[in-house]
């Protein structure tokens, strides 16, 4: 079954709950500086501190919690913006700048990991990584100077890692989507509980839709038509199936919520309220809306073709609206490495299925 809701006054008990990952342990600039030894005795049975690194097509993310079954216990949880889609875009390779930028965040993040006590810890490319001429290396320079392997996620693991974070590992009792919107690409992921996960990588992107499209700022009203009418195209594409739930994750789902008052505290997107975010990034620059919003600036300059590209997959599916999940990926990563130690990638389609409450998989 899927996880409980928070909240059972505030949240329906047939819906995925919009915070599905508990609430840190401490603020992540009060964690920097704490040692293992500090950490260890507030383990509880069970319990293991993992870390994960999400490398996508705008942002590289780090998470360290603790572990325990389906429990995941946020200590940090930071990201920073390297913009790696768009030189991958421009360039067709990371270059040697990018890619001391990235060593540079990911050497931070593993002492940062390993000062907290992780057991394990693992980074993974998406997107970009499959894209860039120059990925191997960006994954040797990385593992040598992290001592941390990086995997290069194909898209259905992207898809697979994804589903385990936002059902945090649950067995799934209903039809379900989940919608990654990145910088270069999307990841749909399909399952319900008589068929596998089944995931679609569309070539349509937040930062792409924007370079190609987005011609000034803030958008005019041809920009966002050009932009919807790109996007549905794409979209169109996709197969159409009927659906429980639309769950969006990453970057641009969580930062269009900051936009609404009503949509951070419901966590909820519909066709309206979307509709209503673009108009908010219409009426004025990128960089005064991250201001106001408290948005990394070249997060919002992306924000308004992200809209575009939920509006799109809402309506194709015929869907009213959205669930907004702050999980996915990174948590994925430390559920698997948690449960399936270091043969998670091997096991990454079983565990999509999620498992139940019993002892992990051996090879842990």
Do not use: C
């Amino acid at each position: 079954m899927m996880v409980a809701p928070a909240s059972p006054a505030a949240e329906p008990a047939d819906r995925l709950t919009p915070d599905l990952v508990q609430p840190p342990i401490e603020p992540s600039g009060s964690v920097e500086g704490t040692q293992p030894a500090l950490i260890a005795p507030m383990l509880g049975p069970g319990a293991a501190v993992i870390g994960g690194v999400d490398i996508g097509a705008n942002s590289v993310h780090l998470l360290v919690a603790v572990v325990t079954g389906h429990r995941v216990e946020p200590l940090v949880d930071e990201s920073v913006f390297l913009g790696l889609g768009d030189r991958v875009d421009a360039a067709g390779t990371f270059g040697p700048a990018k890619r001391a930028e990235l060593v540079a965040a990911l050497v931070r993040y593993a002492e940062t990991a390993r000062r907290l006590g992780a057991e394990r810890i693992a980074f993974v490319g998406t997107e970009p990584m499959r894209r860039a001429a120059d990925a191997a290396m960006a994954v040797h320079e990385v593992t040598l100077a992290t001592n941390v392997p990086l995997h290069i996620l194909d898209s259905r693991e992207e898809a697979e890692l994804t589903l385990v974070g936002v059902t945090l590992g649950r067995p799934i009792d209903r039809e379900l989507a989940i919608v990654d919107v990145g910088g270069g690409s999307s990841q749909i992921v399909r399952v319900g509980p008589g068929h596998p996960p089944a995931s679609i990588g569309l070539r349509l992107g937040g930062a792409r839709l924007t370079a190609a499209f987005m011609a000034d700022d803030p958008p005019s009203t041809a920009d966002i038509e050009t932009m919807r009418a790109e996007a549905g195209r794409i979209v169109a594409d996709t197969p159409a199936v009927n659906l429980a739930e639309l769950v969006a994750v990453g970057g641009t789902a969580s930062n269009l919520v900051k936009v609404l008052p009503a949509a951070a505290l419901d966590r909820r997107l519909d066709h309206g309220r979307l509709q209503a975010a673009l108009e908010v990034l219409r009426s004025e620059p990128s960089v005064s809306a991250a201001e106001r919003y408290a948005i990394n600036p070249r997060r919002a300059r992306l924000l308004p073709a992200g809209a575009v590209i939920l509006e799109a997959i809402l309506a194709h599916f015929g869907l009213d609206e959205l669930t907004v999940s702050e999980a996915g990926v990174r948590e994925g990563i430390v559920l698997s490495l948690a449960h399936a130690g270091i043969a998670w990638r091997d096991q990454l389609a079983v565990l999509a299925r999620g498992w139940g409450d019993g002892p992990a998989e051996p090879g842990t």
